[in-house]
Antibody
Framework: QVQLVESGGGVVQPGRSLRLSCIASGFTFSSAAMHWVRQAPGKGLEWVAVIFYDGSNQYYADSVQGRFTISRDDSKSTLYLQMNSLRVEDTAVYYCARDRMTGGDYLDYWGQGTLVTVSS | SVLTQPPSVSAAPGQKVTISCSGS????????VSWYQHLPGTAPKLLIYDNNKRPSGIPDRFSGSKSGTSATLGITGLQTGDEADYYCGTWDSSLRGVFGGGTKLTVL
């Protein structure tokens, strides 16, 4: 069965960096585009970034553009999110999700999330 | 949020509820819509994709529709286990994901 397991969250000071990981299993990771989505405390879901199945393209939300980098290592079936210059408003649970496309794209499997707290 | 949902809806067990999702021509108007159910502390769950299709395992009590720049999620035969937050999602013209602000469903 498809499983996505995030890790790497924690407490970090503003301006510092953190790298999140998402280990995938149960499907051919190298064939799937992958996303990061976050949820700040008391807020709704916010899309963060996507990387195409072959790593050829990445797109980011305006709120993280230039600070966050999404990448993948297909040999390890692992998705990453490098977060630099962290801000208090980046505090959230971060989810990785698999992209599936039939007519349109949608996120068919999600991980349980990892909590990132940015605080001094 | 880019997509507009009502903050909350409520209905009695066994009743029907609908949740609206309003966007624009740069997102819903030109893309398929999906819907997700989210219980705090758990992984969001796909309910509807391609506007009106249900993944295997999702009961036919859940339905979706789209018209122009708006979409609607319908839930019939409400159960207490349906209490959750519901989100619509789609893509914008820059290939970026967009979600609604979420709707909290209360089954009275």
């Amino acid at each position: 069965q498809v499983q996505l397991v995030e890790s790497g969250g924690g407490v970090v000071q503003p301006g510092r960096s953190l790298r999140l990981s998402c280990i995938a299993s149960g499907f051919t990771f190298s064939s799937a585009a992958m996303h990061w989505v976050r949820q700040a405390p008391g807020k709704g879901l916010e899309w963060v970034a996507v990387i195409f199945y072959d790593g050829s393209n990445q797109y980011y939300a305006d709120s993280v553009q230039g600070r966050f980098t999404i990448s993948r290592d297909d040999s390890k079936s692992t998705l990453y999110l490098q977060m630099n210059s962290l801000r208090v408003e980046d505090t959230a649970v971060y989810y990785c999700a698999r992209d599936r496309m039939t007519g349109g794209d949608y996120l068919d499997y999600w991980g349980q999330g990892t909590l990132v707290t940015v605080s001094s | 949020s880019v997509l507009t949902q009502p903050p909350s809806v409520s209905a009695a067990p066994g009743q029907k509820v609908t949740i609206s999702c309003s966007g624009s021509s740069s997102n819903i108007g030109n893309n398929y819509v999906s819907w997700y159910q989210h219980l705090p502390g758990t992984a969001p769950k796909l309910l509807i994709y391609d506007n009106n299709k249900r993944p295997s395992g999702i009961p036919d009590r859940f339905s979706g529709s789209k018209s122009g720049t708006s979409a609607t999620l319908g839930i019939t035969g409400l159960q207490t286990g349906d209490e959750a937050d519901y989100y619509c999602g789609t893509w914008d013209s820059s290939l970026r994901g967009v979600f609604g602000g979420g709707t909290k469903l209360t089954v009275l």
